[in-house]
């Protein structure tokens, strides 16, 4: 005779997440995160050698400044990293579609263009309200972090938020997810994503690049673009910029 707790010894059950967001990241390597903290103390040291970001951006920061392909560490940083990591996001979330659902999303039919870099120089008390990029997709690589910045504060930290409010009393817990900054570390995500970073108190400088890129449409079957098309492209405030995917 089947005793009564039979029918739950072989019942299963698995939690889902329902509708996730994807943001990829990724680390460094040590070579490239010195060359990029040295181009930093170097633009701090000469602010007006570079083109003021700040107008452009929502940012209430101490100093926001253009960078471009002529610094090695950042030409090296978009080629090898970042258009590598948007291709990389790209191939995970769309390739869990079937083939006739990818739309403009095939290989072939678009390229990956870098349209911005800059630098953030972030001190106590500035801040970054909640925001989005414009373009395909945004990230963040962090380069410097005062040591007060840790997990037990919101302080310096970024947060990607949620398409409602975090309300921990309804269990509306992943509507905020906070991200501490560590030197070398970076984020890449949707330019759609909303994100904004906390202030913090104390001495010292929260240093980070941020990055848009847009995705050009190709035509099936069409050679690839010229090598100067494909690299970084001119990220002063007059740039002409290429069109993306409506």
């Known amino acids: 005779m089947a005793q009564p707790n039979d029918a739950n010894a072989s019942t299963s059950m698995e939690v889902l997440s329902l509708f996730p967001r994807y943001l990829l990241k990724g680390t460094l390597e040590p070579r490239l995160l010195e060359a990029l903290q040295q181009l930093a103390q170097q633009v701090l040291a000469d602010p007006g050698s ?4 700040a107008a452009k951006l929502a940012g209430q920061l101490a100093l926001q400044r253009e960078l471009g392909p002529q610094y090695p560490a950042v030409a090296e940083l978009c080629a090898s990293v970042l258009i590598p990591a948007c291709e990389r996001w790209i191939r995970h979330v769309i390739d869990q579609q079937p083939p006739n659902g990818r739309g403009p999303w095939t290989p072939g039919r678009y390229r990956l263009q870098m349209i911005d870099v800059w630098l953030n120089v972030q001190r106590a008390g500035d801040y970054n309200p909640t925001h989005t990029h414009g373009g395909s997709f945004s990230g963040v690589i962090f380069l410097q972090v005062p040591p007060q910045i840790v997990n037990d504060s919101f302080d310096g930290q970024l947060c990607f938020h949620g398409p409602e409010e975090w309300h ?30 906390a202030p913090f108190r104390g001495e010292g400088e929260r240093w980070s690049l941020a990055f848009n890129v847009v995705a050009v449409p190709q035509q099936p079957g069409a050679p690839p673009a010229p090598a100067a098309m494909r690299g970084n492209v001119s990220l002063s405030l007059g740039r002409e910029k290429p069109g993306g995917f409506g």
């Open 168 to 197: 921990i009393q309804s269990f509306r817990t992943g509507m905020a997810k906070y991200v501490l900054p560590v030197p070398g570390e970076f984020y890449v995500f949707p330019a759609w994503q909303p994100h904004s970073v």
């Open 50 to 53: 570079t083109p003021d970001a």
